[in-house]
């Protein structure tokens, strides 16, 4: 069971970005899949989450500017628009079969995460 994270990288505020997540190893058509990030020093937030039904979810800080969407069983896209400096960290995808999907401990499968840096 893996998960990939790709499609990080230093853009200028205001930029748009778009990360992917593959995963392999099992079939994720069942699970909510999910986005999350980590600045140096601060806990890791929750960004943005999709059921296996396409329910979608979404940090305060991340709505009307990220849009997450899956275009089979088995990937995950987050495309990030006006980006901001302080969208700066690095960003983990994520798989659960909770319920509960804004909450790190609700998942069990973790891909290595994808620096996104924004300079101002």
């Known amino acids: 069971v893996q998960l990939q994270a790709s499609g990080g990288g230093l853009v200028q505020a205001g930029d748009s970005l778009k990360l992917s997540c593959a995963a392999s190893?099992?079939?994720?058509?069942?699970?909510?899949m999910a986005w999350f990030r980590q600045a140096p020093g601060k806990e890791r937030e929750f960004v943005a989450a999709?059921?296996?039904?396409?329910?979608r979810y979404y940090g305060d800080s991340v709505k009307g500017r990220f849009t997450i969407s899956r275009d089979n069983a088995n990937t995950v896209y987050l495309q990030m628009n006006s980006l901001k400096p302080e969208d700066t960290a690095v960003y983990y995808c994520?798989?659960?079969?909770?319920?509960?999907?804004?909450?790190?401990?609700?998942?069990?499968?973790w891909g290595q995460g994808t620096q996104v840096t924004v300079s101002s």
């Open positions: 999709i059921s296996w039904s396409g329910g």
């Open positions: 190893g099992r079939t994720f058509s069942r699970y909510t």
């Open positions: 994520a798989a659960t079969a909770s319920p509960i999907v804004v909450v790190t401990t609700s998942y069990d499968s």
